[in-house]
């Protein structure tokens, strides 16, 4: 129903930019940045920022509502979810090790 191609930029270290190529719901140019920084005391924070432009119509009139109300739980839920991943694969590694 959504899609969005993306340029991926990796040029900063521990940050990551996915700029739209094309989609069919939000206009080319808008992004996405993680960005990651140590904790004093052991972890990393991890900072999201979405700029988004949507496009005129059925659909991206829908995306921008559902962004709006539900965008940033949606988001950090996924975000998160895709970390503890990543943390349980690297765990599962170094005790295999």
Request: charged content about 25%; proline content about 3%.
């Amino acid at each position: 129903m959504f899609w969005e191609r993306c340029r991926y930029d990796w040029s900063e270290p521990g940050t990551v930019t996915a700029t739209v190529i094309e989609s069919n719901v939000v206009k080319p140019g808008s992004c996405w940045t993680l960005k990651t920084s140590p904790r004093d005391e052991g972890g990393t924070v991890v900072t999201t920022t979405v700029l988004r432009n949507y496009r005129q119509g059925l659909k991206g009139t829908f995306a921008k509502c559902a962004n709006h109300l539900g965008g940033k739980r949606l988001f950090s839920w996924f975000l998160r979810s895709t970390l503890q991943g990543i943390e349980r694969t690297s765990t599962d590694r170094e005790s295999t090790a």
